[in-house]
């Protein structure tokens, strides 16, 4: 139950610090993953496939950031999204990055044609889905 409440929690206030102040700080981020280790070891949430997802898909967030110097995404976000991969189930993580990307397509909309900026937080896009996702369940 704890493990469930630290990642809501730290979510919000990565929520705000990205929609207030466009950065996700490191030392949260931190705390968050200390926290979704330590509780999700007490609580049995993980197997090796949790770690092999985290490794596997920062790995991949490395390369995109190597490919594509221009940042397509933050430092933050994709370590945030790193962090989710622990949260969610393995199995779940395929359909998080499907209505992530989608939920982030809206806001991308939204930020450009209402607010006329050129991007969006992606902060909120990645809770939205976690939630949907941990939600329905797919």
Known sequence: MIFHISFY????????FDCKKRIIPNALLSTLLVFLVIFGYFEH???LFS????????LFYIIVLLLFPKQILGGGDIKYMAVSTLYLEPKL???????AGLIQMFFLIYFKKIKKR??????AAILLAVVFTKLFNF
């Open 118 to 123: 050129r991007s969006a937080p992606m902060a």
């Open 51 to 58: 770690f092999l997802n985290l490794f596997v898909i920062t």
């Open 9 to 16: 929690i730290f979510s919000f206030f990565l929520l705000y």
């Open 93 to 99: 993580f395929p359909f998080f990055l499907i209505i």
């Open 45 to 47: 949430k993980f197997n």
